[in-house]
T-cell receptor
Framework: DARVTQTPRHKVTEMGQEVTMRCQPI?????VFWYRQTMMQGLELLAY????????DSGMPKDRFSAEMPDATLATLKIQPSEPRDSAVYFC????????????FGDGTRLSIL | GENVEQHPSTLSVQEGDSAVIKCTYS??????FPWYKQELGKRPQLIID?????GEKKDQRIAVTLNKTAKHFSLHITETQPEDSAVYFC????????????FGTGTRLTIIP
């Protein structure tokens, strides 16, 4: 059963530290999404890529967040410097554009910034 | 941009009864409407989806209906069971799901044994 893999599952760090979250999309999927889930804001899109090219990063704070896809099997989301308000669960999802296949979510990274 | 509203925010039903969750969307270009179930501490899992060219879709005890004119869609769960207890999210997307999902705020469903 193909799954989206996210690492780490949990991360606790101090304010000001760099945080890197990684996502391995389902093999063959060409679209990768980063969502953030908080109690206050719910599930919201940060950025997404198709064929490794960024299509929309309007939901991402540009001054401290960056998202990349170094290759088709790896997407990264970085926060530098991190702040307590970045504490949330970050989900990666992947899908296949053109095939009409639904987005499947990874297990998420639970991030706590102290 | 798209705005998805979801009601109710919490819902309690007796085991065996039916549950209905409703969503409305604002973007007339949205044409794909999935529903996700999220258990505590877990990832959202797709349970059913519908495209705009279909008015209703059913999968065992779960069904979704779509009214394009009114821009609303609903999730129906029949013969509810304790394992149906979870938070349910509706979402909307353009391009049959190939673009970003805009989520509703979620419904916490509790099945009372």
């Amino acid at each position: 059963d193909a799954r989206v893999t996210q690492t780490p599952r949990h991360k606790v760090t101090e304010m000001g530290q760099e945080v890197t979250m990684r996502c391995q999309p389902i093999l063959g999927h060409n679209t990768v999404f980063w969502y953030r889930q908080t109690m206050m804001q719910g599930l919201e899109l940060l950025a997404y890529f198709r064929n490794r090219a960024p299509l929309d990063d309007s939901g991402m704070p540009k001054d401290r967040f960056s998202a990349e896809m170094p290759d088709a099997t790896l997407a990264t989301l970085k926060i530098q410097p991190s702040e307590p308000r970045d504490s949330a669960v970050y989900f990666c999802a992947s899908g296949f554009a053109g095939g009409g296949r639904p987005q499947h979510f990874g297990d998420g990274t639970r991030l706590s910034i102290l | 941009g798209e705005n998805v509203e979801q009601h109710p925010s919490t819902l309690s039903v007796q085991e065996g009864d039916s549950a209905v969750i409703k969503c409305t969307y604002s973007d007339s270009a949205s044409n794909y409407f999935p529903w996700y179930k999220q258990e505590l501490g877990k990832r959202p899992q797709l349970i059913i989806d519908i495209r705009s060219n279909v008015g209703e879709k059913k999968d065992q005890r779960i069904a979704v209906t779509l009214n394009k004119t009114a821009k609303h869609f609903s999730l129906h769960i029949t013969e509810t069971q304790p394992e149906d207890s979870a938070v349910y999210f509706c979402a909307a997307s353009r391009n049959f799901g190939n673009e970003k999902l805009t989520f509703g705020t979620g419904t916490r469903l509790t099945i009372i044994p």
